[in-house]
């Protein structure tokens, strides 16, 4: 069965650095979404993309933030400079639509830890 | 605002009792509700979604619009069911889900 996947699965970095976090989603999907877990708490939405345009994004979303998706296959999501409160895991989703009959599929995170 | 309350972080049971995973939700519009479960070093997966009213691994989960509740139930627990479940409510227009805090379920033998 496809999966979506995330590299790294572990990401260290020090503040103020640039870091891109990558996902290939399933090959079939058009809807990505980006999702954090702050350690303790509950799962964020970030942002949403289709047809290479930021759907929705929610306020944490900020400048700082982007997302590409630079070749067709890779979904990319770069924080331009870390802060102490990025560390998290990240997740990134994929699904045909975005409907409710349609299932967001979640890749097994990459866990940033900024220093 | 849209919002989703699990109001337990950590329920615990044993073997072959009846488990009930509280959510409660907040939403101007007909909500759409998810259940997600996470197993122990393995990826968030959907678990069941209200529209499609199906039982999966012995779970239900019955839509309350009067209570604004979304509760999954299991009548046996087994100790394959340890796991986080996250109860989630979709915002259509872009997919984007909001998720509860999650509750740990943990079935002692």
């Known amino acids: 069965e496809p999966e979506v996947t995330q590299t790294p699965s572990h990401q260290v970095t020090q503040m103020g650095q640039e870091v891109i976090l990558r996902c290939v989603p399933i090959s079939n999907h058009l809807y990505f979404y980006w999702y954090r877990q702050i350690l303790g708490q509950k799962v964020e939405f970030l942002v949403s993309f289709y047809n290479n345009e930021i759907s929705e994004k929610s306020e944490i979303f900020d400048d700082q933030f982007s997302v590409e998706r630079p070749d067709g296959s890779n979904f990319t999501l770069k924080i331009r400079s870390t802060k102490l409160e990025d560390s998290a895991m990240y997740f990134c989703a994929s699904s045909r639509d975005y409907s409710s009959t349609d299932t967001q599929y979640f890749g097994p995170g990459t866990r940033l830890t900024v220093l | 605002a849209q919002r989703v309350t699990q109001p337990e972080k950590l329920l615990s049971v044993f073997k072959g009792a009846p488990v009930e995973l509280k959510c409660n939700y907040s939403y101007s519009g007909s909500p759409e509700l998810f259940w997600y479960v996470q197993y122990s070093r393995q990826r968030l997966q959907l678990l069941l979604r209200?529209?499609s009213r199906e039982s999966i691994k012995g779970f239900t989960a019955d839509l309350n619009k009067g209570e604004t509740s979304f509760h999954l139930k299991k009548p046996f627990a087994q100790e394959e069911d340890s796991a986080m479940y996250y109860c989630?409510?979709?915002?259509?227009?872009?997919?984007?889900?909001?998720f509860g805090q999650g509750t740990t379920l943990q079935v002692k033998p």
């Open positions: 209200h529209i």
């Open positions: 989630a409510l979709i915002y259509s227009n872009t997919g984007k889900l909001i």
